[in-house]
């Protein structure tokens, strides 16, 4: 008996690939694009950093270690209940003050100006801003799934505690400072009170709110020289092309210079030529335009849109208030950040330090992207098991 059962128990690769199994549920177009973007991103990080870098292959191996770290830990969380998630939402978000803490603690380094690092050794940096958007998120959707009795809107009590959440950790962020990881945990909370389907009224006195602290950030001086540059080159980057408005200048030559087929992997004389600063990283973006030309750049921003537009889908399909809330978010980030980063390179917004998601060089960054898209497709995975 016990052979006959061994005969007919099914093989690995069929229990993978039957009807119900948890792998079929899983969103493959968005894996794809994903696993795409993470191509493309080693590709450009290799061949920016290849001239420079130490060792023949540079960042590249270290680029890869940390791409595989954040398969790993999107399997993983993927695999997760999502509605169990809710209950561990504080704990994630508590995790994240305290990595924000450190920071500030003779722990934490600067680099590029921010002090938002903490050095492990061997070349190894974790920034707990990133892990931060994820606990955020988790936290305001937790706060938020639950509808006042007798409406589909919350409660005033959750969304007052969202908002204490939200100050908390934009505040700790900001005095590091970190302006663009900042404005990603506005956005973030924004989306997530939307989603929530906050009273329009409640909208208006927040925008009002946050308007009049942009104000304030600017009249009582309190950003850091170099962001005010920033700001200065957006608004007039020929001021003064070899100070304030390099970055922006030089961005724009070499994704110009691509035109439409691009100079080829590895033939971009700015790339070569270490023109723009930070091309793994916040500039990765002039990379693909040099070398990979228009045609290329669109295939980024297009893959970029694929995950974008089956995260909506998750969250338009998913059964629950904390997955909708959770999956809604997840988009909005991505989003922003998108928008941002693309803009900065091509003059339309203001240089921040905020890299392309999936593409930039980075290993925190990294890691809480691909955590993202596990807890999408955690949500995917029960929604179609419900379904």
């Known amino acids: 008996m016990a052979r006959t059962a061994a005969v007919r128990r099914p093989s690995l690769m069929r229990r993978i690939t039957a009807e119900n199994s948890t792998v079929r549920r899983l969103d493959g177009l968005m894996l794809v694009a994903v ?75 600067t680099i590029n100006g921010s002090h938002s690092w903490i050095l492990l050794g061997g070349g190894f940096a974790v920034q707990p801003s990133e892990f931060a958007k994820v606990g955020l998120l988790l936290i305001i959707a937790m706060l938020l799934a639950q509808p006042a009795e007798g409406s589909d809107r919350p409660r005033g009590l959750d969304v007052t505690l969202a908002l204490l959440a939200s100050g908390l950790t934009m505040g700790l962020v900001m005095l590091q400072p970190d302006l663009g990881t900042a404005l990603v945990l506005a956005v973030i909370t924004a989306a997530g009170l939307i989603i929530a389907g906050m009273r329009k009224r409640w909208v208006g ?14 009249y009582f001086q309190m950003l850091e020289p170099y962001q005010v540059a920033r700001f200065t080159a957006f608004v007039d980057p020929s001021v003064d092309p070899r100070g304030v408005g390099y970055n922006s200048t ?6 110009g210079s691509g035109q439409l087929l691009g100079k080829g992997l590895l033939g971009g004389g700015q790339t070569t030529g270490r023109f723009v600063p930070e091309q793994h990283t916040d500039f990765i973006f002039t990379v693909a335009g040099e070398e990979f030309g228009f045609l290329g750049s669109v295939t980024v921003v297009l893959l970029l849109g694929v995950v974008l537009l089956r995260g909506l889908k998750i969250a338009r399909q998913c059964e629950d208030r904390f997955g909708t809330l959770v999956a809604g978010t997840i988009v909005c980030w991505f989003a922003f950040q998108t928008f941002i980063n693309v803009g900065m390179t091509i003059g339309i917004m203001p240089i921040t330090g905020l890299p392309l998601p999936f593409v930039s060089y980075g290993g925190t960054a990294t890691f809480a992207n691909l955590i993202a898209v596990g807890l999408l497709q955690a949500i995917r995975v029960r929604s179609q098991s419900f379904n």
Not at 51 to 63: F, I, M, N, R, Y
Not at 93 to 108: A, C, H, R, Y
């Open 250 to 255: 030089q961005s724009m030559i070499a994704i």
């Open 35 to 109: 696993a795409g973007l993470c191509v493309i991103g080693t590709l450009l990080v290799w061949s920016c950093t290849r001239t420079w870098a130490p060792g023949s292959t540079g960042l590249v191996k270290k680029h890869l270690l940390n791409e595989t770290i954040g398969v790993v830990l999107c399997g993983i969380v993927a695999m997760v209940d999502h509605r169990a998630m809710r209950a561990y939402a504080p704990l994630v978000f508590l995790l994240s003050l305290v990595g924000l803490v450190l920071v500030i603690t003779p722990l934490g380094a």
């Open 205 to 218: 006195v927040l925008t009002l709110v946050a308007g009049a602290g942009v104000f304030s950030v600017f």
